[in-house]
Nanobody, 116 residues
């Protein structure tokens, strides 16, 4: 049974930091490309960071320089370090695992709220 379990979401003030974690089980983590997405009500889910199985990272301009994705293949965990958070970063954040065999899995999400 495949599970992706996110944690670390919280209420934080603008300018603050959070680190999200996504622990994977039931998959061979090292062969999966991992991604963090976010979604707000009424909007499409958007990619905020990705890291390939080879460690290549990618970010949209909206978070570049503020967010950092990293993976630990020993712990089967992917992280998202978020710094200088802004109110517009408020969203539910989801972890995604995908591989070349078209296998694609999602976590249940963790809420990040940026507000004073």
């Amino acid at each position: 049974q495949v599970q992706l379990v996110e944690s670390g979401g919280d209420l934080v003030q603008p300018g603050g930091s959070l680190r999200l974690s996504c622990a994977a089980s039931g998959i061979i983590f090292s062969i999966y490309d991992m991604g963090w997405y976010r979604q707000t009500p009424g909007k499409e889910r958007e990619l905020v960071a990705s890291i390939t199985k080879d460690g290549i990272t990618k970010y949209p301009d909206s978070v570049k320089g503020r967010f950092t994705i990293a993976r630990d293949n020993v712990k089967s965990t992917v992280y998202l370090q978020m710094n200088n958070l802004k109110p517009e970063d408020t969203a539910a954040y989801y972890c995604n695992a995908a591989n070349q065999y078209w296998e694609n899995y999602w976590g249940q999400g963790t809420q990040v709220t940026v507000s004073s």
